[in-house]
């Protein structure tokens, strides 16, 4: 089992900046993907940030150029630094671990809270 604990979520002015982490505890294996999701009131799940296990980053269109996704190893921590936020930025934001080679190992952070005010 891998436990997933995110923060740094808050309420930001448009145009502002938040950074986001994820520390994982737990059964880690050193290869593994991250990624960012989030999720808004009455819309799917999205794709926000990954970056896969040799490193490679990967963004939706929506957020290219403004978020940033990175990783430290020796803290297992993933990180998502947020700028020039926009109120349509608002949204649950989830962490995600998961291996591509190995289903059952997929795991979700309880989510974090981005509200940004125009």
């Known amino acids: 089992q891998v436990q997933l604990v995110e923060s740094g979520g808050g309420l930001v002015q448009a145009g502002g900046s938040l950074r986001l982490s994820c520390a994982a505890s737990?059964?880690?294996?050193?290869?593994?993907?991250m990624g960012w999701y989030r999720r808004s009131p009455g819309k799917q799940r999205e794709l926000v940030a990954v970056m896969s296990s040799g490193g490679i980053a990967d963004y939706a269109d929506s957020v290219k150029g403004r978020f940033t996704i990175s990783r430290d190893n020796v803290k297992n921590t993933v990180y998502l630094q947020m700028n020039s936020l926009k109120p349509e930025d608002t949204s649950v934001y989830y962490c995600?671990?998961?291996?591509?080679?190995?289903?059952?190992?997929?795991?979700w952070g309880q989510g974090t809270q981005v509200t940004v005010s125009s």
């Open positions: 737990g059964s880690i294996f050193r290869i593994n993907n």
């Open positions: 995600r671990w998961w291996r591509t080679d190995l289903a059952q190992y997929n795991y």
